[in-house]
């Protein structure tokens, strides 16, 4: 939300909806919260890379003079009429990019269940449910925590 004062005149609110950009390479550059609806995430085609006739031509043509009247064109052409700016898909990268933020005891724990059949409810000791954690975190490159805080963090859950 965005407040306008003019001088003499009452606030006025209204929403703001500035966008910015971010590419990386990385598989996270933003930290990203279950239920934050003011990212998207895009995964984008890999054909081009290296292709460098192709962006020197791209570069050309954004680089031309009426490049952007004819881009402003383009969007102002647009059917806009069902847009929602507060609708923001959830797209797989998204989801996977929040699930690799998480602690690496819950992505275990995720892990571990997935497999289950729905509605199942298993009881297991938390001396082998542990000894499975060291095993996930030795094949997926992670460090253990200790059997204490990974307890805290599997109590969490």
């Not at 939300?1 to 003499?8: D, P």
């Not at 003079?65 to 881009?71: G, H, M, N, S």
């Not at 797209?91 to 690496?104: A, F, G, S, V, Y």
């Not at 819950?106 to 297991?124: A, G, K, S, T, V």
Request: glycine share 6%; with cysteine.
């Amino acid at each position: 939300m965005v407040a306008i004062e003019r001088k003499g005149l009452e606030t006025i609110r209204i929403n703001d909806y500035a966008g910015y950009m971010v590419t990386s390479n990385q598989d996270a550059p933003l930290k990203i919260d279950i239920g934050d609806s003011r990212i998207v995430c895009f995964d984008v085609s890999a054909c081009c890379r290296g292709n460098i006739p192709y962006f020197d031509r791209l570069g050309e043509i954004l680089d031309h003079p009426d490049a952007p009247e004819v881009v402003m064109s383009y969007l102002l052409s647009r059917n806009l009429t069902n847009w929602s700016p507060g609708k923001i898909p959830t797209t797989k990268m998204k989801i996977e990019t929040m699930r690799r933020q998480l602690p690496n005891p819950i992505r275990f724990i995720i892990d571990y269940i997935l497999p289950w059949p729905e509605n199942c409810i298993n009881r297991f000791s938390c001396k082998k449910v542990y000894q499975d954690y060291l095993e996930w975190c030795e094949c997926n490159g992670e460090k253990p925590l200790a059997k204490k805080d990974a307890g805290t963090k599997f109590s969490l859950i």
